[in-house]
């Protein structure tokens, strides 16, 4: 899966309500502006996830910018504790490295796509409706589009919901992890963006039911589900390489390869 084009990293920051977002960008030595993928990491992670992806992307002529959510994990090295963090805090990150990304040097920002896997993705989704003119393509991992039905599922009401608790047995959020959810419909926002949008998913995914990626697929105007036969929530070894030879394809079909 590895190209012809050699690449050096660099760490870049950019800010958000006030608070540094960490990253590091993945830059193909090559000439002229380049397009570039902006990749979202899953709840608990951090930008180290997108790292594969990032590597042979960029190996292909593309440059890449992971980084972590602001709370997005105890490990994070951005700013923010987990729980101030949301999908909508995340969104809200996401939105504040769009505009940062606009302004480097090394963009062509006619050729900007987002790449979400999980909480990262569902965050991706709610950018991409909000900013439909400014991004090329959307690409979603194993979205975690099923956030408000979970956390629906697990109180009957906002006043149920404590001021502090661990979601999943995973990370201590607060409240407004539900609060900022609990009236959202992130299907009523996808038919506002209409340009290509791939979905990949697994059919063993222990956390999402590969269901919430279907309905994305009939939500979107122009979108294509791929599921990954024996895959769980995240790709790993074949899976992963599964997954490469869909985005490639799609990733030339938009014009971000030779």
């Known amino acids: 899966m590895q190209g012809h ?26 000439e002229g502006k380049l397009p570039l993928v902006i990749f979202s990491h899953e709840l608990c992670s951090t930008h180290r996830s997108g790292a594969a992806y990032a590597q042979t992307l960029a190996s292909q002529g593309i440059a890449v910018y992971t980084f972590d959510f602001r709370g997005g994990s105890r490990h994070s090295r951005s700013q923010g504790s987990t729980e101030g963090m949301s999908v909508m805090t995340e969104a809200e ?15 062509d920002t006619g050729r900007i796509l987002l790449m979400g896997a999980s909480q990262g993705g569902m965050a991706s989704a709610i950018v991409a409706a909000r900013r439909p ?11 975690a589009l099923l956030i408000r039905d979970a956390v629906r599922a697990q109180f009957g009401s906002l006043d149920q919901v404590p001021e502090r608790f661990k979601f999943k047995g995973w990370i201590m959020v607060a409240k407004n992890y539900v609060a900022d959810v609990w009236n959202y419909d992130v299907y009523a926002d996808m ?6 949008v791939l979905l990949l998913h697994g059919s063993q995914d222990s956390l999402v039911d590969p ?24 790709f790993r070894d074949s899976y992963l390489l599964q997954a490469v030879d869909e985005i490639l394809p799609f990733l030339r079909q938009l014009g971000f390869l030779g």
Do not use: M
Not at 94 to 106: I, T
Not at 191 to 196: A, G, I, L, T, W
Not at 211 to 234: C, M, T, V
């Open 133 to 143: 003119e400014e991004i090329r393509g959307l690409i979603l991992l194993y979205p």
């Open 211 to 234: 269901a919430y990626s279907q309905r994305a697929a009939d939500s979107y105007p122009n979108a294509r589900l791929r599921i990954l036969e024996g895959a769980d929530h995240i």
């Open 93 to 107: 990150d996401l939105s504040a490295v769009l505009d940062a990304a606009k302004g480097w040097d090394f963009v």
């Open 191 to 196: 038919p506002k963006f209409k340009n290509p």
């Open 5 to 30: 084009f050699a690449y050096k990293t660099r760490e870049l920051s950019c800010a958000s309500a006030g608070q540094e977002i960490y990253g590091l960008a993945y830059l193909p030595e090559r």
